[in-house]
């Protein structure tokens, strides 16, 4: 700490990051009336920035808007170095978080994906089941704003409070082709309000969800979680970026060190500290906050702080139709999902599953540009005709593969690349694996006969897609062993008993769809256990 | 002197003229006259204004070319903008990407392809809510979650 540095009286509880984690537990905690500070790096959002507010809405994904910090380059982000990793991590750092930017689909974990181990001998079992969490998802569904239909046989009972967003012409082509081949789909549960709800207006099938909602419809935590938890008394500071934890003589936390918008160095003290940064944004800071008691890291004495990173490797198939299928319009990222190969069978030559998850089309300039890289449409003399057969005739289907835990797969602090305020940036190292790949592979291979079964006339695929790396997950796993786990059965670190971790870090296995119902899900958990143990929270 | 970059000084009226034709050779307007031409949507002013970084750039692009490009015909004008492609593959690609930037938010382009102009918001977009009743085949077949030993949800 420097002389200059700015001291903070103490807050009772102090969260980093105010995005689809540090959101829900701060609305949870604050029921409590505790002093409760949000520090998060970005900036609030205002809807009249977003790109469907302009005609030059489709390139505003190229640029400030896009879902890759190190595009985006905007002074709130931190850059990545990704070159030892064939997937890119993207992000988002503002109030909301990376839900600013998603594309809002929603399933939630399987019971099986927590008894990974028990069922198919990989990777290890969560110290917590579905049925831990139950309430949990239902309650976030509640908070969030989620539309689907209830009745899907491949979960445990559930009601989402809103009906399903609509399928469209889009979802229906698909769905017979499904229907033909005899495999599962159904409507997906979609953070996108199908009808007016809670103040909220429904969505109006914009179509770029991942450009931010000008409408509001998409249920991202700026509009959702954070007003409420603003009423109620938590403070949520923008524009201050943690260096680190710090720690007392004792070994607990006792605050952190930010910088604030004008670079001043701010010591704010707190009796708890909340890391809620993402599976690349939490290690960071937990790596970076080093002492005496503490040499590798805090919370770090079993070596697994950023390790076992997995991310969701991701492909897509896409179909042209001849039929025109209105495929622009509507959340590009939600319509329905298969889980026919969502569960192992050993004779496909890889363990586990994935999520199919039938995507919309693009807009016009998109379109253009993807079918000139995907050979589809070319420039030149041919273009006009190429772009009529393919744009809103098209559907498609994305491959999203449950990747395992391997420790060679981490983030670490880059021993030259920093921010703008000067703190090591994170360097991921990550190979997908065999089994990943030979997933991977049998998926598109899957997506590929489902278009054709639903009348496509010519079927494209590819992956994995570099600037895929939404999923940061596994990076400061939960479990009951100190020597092999980083957080225990409610999000507290095993070494230090007044740091909790409530981010997709903590996940064991990354299960093979979607995570973000279930990150908000597991710290609202994590909220609640704390506060039923606040008598005796660190002991 | 001024520093801005303006159409009027970034290129020669002989570098225009290939510019033009460049990016007409790219987008070449419809054959029933609905969609006009790349050049005709003004790309050179839409990059100066909106990518100030790439415009810089357009000099060297056009240079690649001499006035025989100007008035040769669409078949050696497509041959020479492959060779382009070719040999230089970034900047060929930053002029495809800001040449379909601004020819897909023309309103004649948009039009021409069954669009309204204009930003999304607040029109909005009507999508049909979709038959529910597809769904009967797989309430019918006997897919069902995997089970797990102890874990109450699986007794319900």
Redesign the interface.
Known sequence: MSDNSISEGPVDVLIIGAGASGAAVAWSLADTRMKIVCLEQGDWMNPTDYATNKTDWEVHQYSKLNIDPNVRGLETDYPINNDESPINVVNFNGVGGSTILYAAHFPRLHPSDFKVKTLDGVAADWPISYDTLEPYFAQNDRMMGVSGLAGDPMYPPKQPPLPPIPLGLVGETVARGYNKLGWHWWPSDSAIISQPYEGRDKCLNLGPCMTGCSQGGKSSTDITYWPEAIRMGVELRTRCRVREVTVNESGMADGVIYYDADGNEVHQKAEVVVMACNGVGTPRILLNSTSEQFPNGLANSSGMVGKNLMFHPVGFAQGRFEEHLDSHKGPQGCCILSKEFYETDESRGYVRGYNMQITRGTGPFSTALQGYASGTIPWGPGHHDAFQKQFDHVAAIGILCEDLPEEHNTVTLDPELVDSDGIPSPKINYTMSENSRKMLEHGLARAEEALRAAGAVEVTSGGPVQAAGWHLLGTARMGDDPATSVVNNWGRSHDVKNLFIVDGSIFVTSGGLNPTSTIQALALYIADTMKKNLANLFD | MSDLIATDNLLNEAQKAIFEALVD????A??DEL?PSASEVDVLSYIVD?APDFAPQLAAIVDSFNDEFVSSG?ERR?QL?QEFEQAQPELFGGL??HT??R???DAR??EG???T????????????????S??D???E?S????????????L?
């Open positions: 050779t790219l987008v070449p419809g054959e969609m909106s669409e497509v903008v495809l990407f379909y930037a020819y897909y938010q382009v948009l392809i069954g669009l102009a204009g930003p999304p918001f607040p029109r909005g977009n009507t999508v049909e809510a979709g038959d529910l597809l769904l085949p797989v309430m077949k897919h069902g979650y995997r089970k797990v030993a102890g874990v109450s949800s699986d319900r």
